[in-house]
């Protein structure tokens, strides 16, 4: 079996950070596998370092299909609001490309 890092809701969350560090010291501390730390982290982290995102992410999504990504079909999911409409937090093509030439993804023209 793959060694996993269980997701917490975020009023769960076991990170440390808390409003009141005086329940966060109430609170166990979840297993954090062995490639989530140390040298395999590190490695991961350096293998990634030189990717362009853009292979990966739809930079221009406004939203995203959360059935399509967890493979749920139907009325799975409540509805969204103002949290779901990414309009306003897009990249612009120039954003975009000027971050691709600082990181070295795509030579200066």
């Not at 010291?25 to 954090?32: D, F, G, I, L």
């Not at 995203?64 to 306003?88: P, V």
Request: with cysteine; glycine share 4%.
């Amino acid at each position: 079996p793959m060694d996993s890092y269980e997701m917490s809701d975020r009023e769960e969350s076991t990170d440390g950070e808390s409003d009141d560090d005086s329940h966060a010291s109430h609170k166990p501390r979840k297993h954090v596998p062995a490639w989530a730390t140390g040298a395999a982290l590190r490695q991961a982290l350096h293998k990634q370092a030189d990717v362009d995102p853009i292979r990966y992410f739809d930079m221009t999504a406004s939203s995203c299909d959360l059935g399509h990504i967890f493979k749920i079909s139907g009325k799975a999911f409540k509805k969204r609001t103002s949290s779901a409409n990414w309009t306003e937090d897009l990249t612009t093509y120039n954003e975009r490309q000027k971050y691709r030439v600082e990181m070295g993804f795509t030579p200066p023209k």
